[in-house]
């Protein structure tokens, strides 16, 4: 394929996302926002596409599509609402977990109602005391005859309280050597009712309206054993192989909203008079447009080229991926703030979108890894050459 065009097949993705986001998404998604609504029935019909389970392997029932294909996916979804393409995104990262490391029983038991998305997944590795020091997490879990007993905390979980299936992240080993807190880490997947797992109060946020997060609590929570995801102790591996997906995921919904936005900025300064002439006749309203433009698309191509390398599994994905996220993200939210200014006092109200996207993309930059932690991920690998 050429770098810098995509596939007759990507294409005809994308086509079938934006279909999707333009019917079933972009009308509705205010008002998810403004109820505080989570749209399940809509996240479902995603999955009757193939959305739940997009880079799942066929032999699981997935459609095995590669990082490029996702981020179109999410990417065209963000452009009605982020907050929900996160989600799907989220769904996706666990779903491949459990196909990508789990042994045939857990898979057997788990992926066919989570392909179908008739089930849907949570990721479960902050706490509240380890959200960028993800190692140094607390929640344990102890082998007792054949189930794990599971005592402690998850902070942030998208999904907590309404979801079906918990992907979490657990100490079965010890911790007392520094230089391999990571090592002592297990996945374990919990399901919604299991006796000992509760969940905190809605958080009340920002952005992210139509997602529902809550704390992930942990009481003597009995686990059977078989819901294990792969050996003791790879866990951690796990958590980090899934997140370069995650990232490039996360950076898509950065792209959409952020097109969303532009795209309604270029409509409105057409439209709005002042001094007696469109907006965007004035000198100044073009250069915003276009600086606004090219950042998006740079962006973007950094994306993309970072899905590419994470299908590919080449050596340098994960500092592609740290970049590509760090930058689609920064940049997402500077096009939606710029996007904000040209719609003057109107931008800030909630009769039009803009501010909607303002709220939700700014937590891009700090979920899936602070971008404080990709320049870190960037500097370390640049430097171990």
């Not at 607390?138 to 007993?149: P, Q, R």
């Not at 979980?157 to 391999?180: A, L, Q, W």
């Amino acid at each position: 394929t050429g770098q810098f065009q995509l596939t007759d097949d990507q294409l005809a993705i994308q086509d079938m996302a934006r279909r999707f986001t333009a019917d079933r998404i972009t009308p509705f998604a205010a008002q998810w926002d403004e109820d505080h609504h989570f749209p399940r029935d809509v996240v479902q019909a995603a999955g009757e596409l193939g959305f739940g389970a997009i880079y799942v392997s066929e032999e699981s029932g997935g459609i095995a599509l590669g990082r490029l294909e996702a981020a179109l996916i999410m990417e065209a979804m963000a452009y009605g609402c982020p907050a929900t393409s996160a989600y799907i995104s989220i769904h996706n990262m666990a779903s491949w977990m459990i196909d990508r490391f789990g042994g045939r029983e857990v898979k057997a038991k788990f992926l066919p109602r989570l392909v179908s998305m008739e089930h849907i997944a949570s990721y479960a590795l902050t706490e509240p005391g380890s959200g960028s020091d993800a190692a140094a997490l607390k929640t344990t879990a102890k082998l007792d005859g054949d189930t794990y007993v599971v005592n402690g905390t998850k902070q942030f979980i998208s999904g907590s309280g309404f979801n079906d299936i918990y992907v979490v992240m657990v100490r079965t080993g010890d911790d007392k050597e520094p230089k391999n807190k990571s090592g002592g880490i297990t996945c374990l997947v919990v399901e919604k009712g299991t006796p000992g797992l509760s969940h905190g109060a809605p958080e009340k946020k920002l952005g992210w309206n139509a997602s529902p997060t809550a704390q992930l609590i942990f009481e003597d929570c009995r686990v059977p054993a078989c819901n294990r995801v792969g050996a003791e102790g790879e866990g951690f591996r796990f958590a980090m192989a899934g997140l370069d997906g995650g990232r490039l995921n996360i950076g898509a919904c950065s792209l959409g909203g952020a097109q969303r936005c532009l795209d309604e900025a270029v409509a409105y300064t057409k439209e709005r008079q002042q001094f007696g002439q469109p907006i965007a006749d004035f000198q100044n309203t073009q250069f915003m447009l276009a600086d606004m433009a090219t950042e998006l698309e740079a962006a973007r191509a950094l994306l993309y080229l970072a899905a590419a390398k994470v299908t590919a599994n080449a050596p340098d994905k994960t500092r592609f991926s740290a970049m590509a996220k760090r930058l689609a993200t920064d940049a997402g939210s500077n096009v939606v703030n710029d996007a904000l200014q040209l719609f003057g006092g109107y931008g800030y109200l909630k009769d039009y979108p803009i501010e909607r996207f303002w709220r939700d993309l700014r937590v891009h930059s700090i979920l899936e890894g602070t971008n404080q932690v990709m320049r870190m991920i960037v500097g370390r690998d640049m430097l171990r050459q």
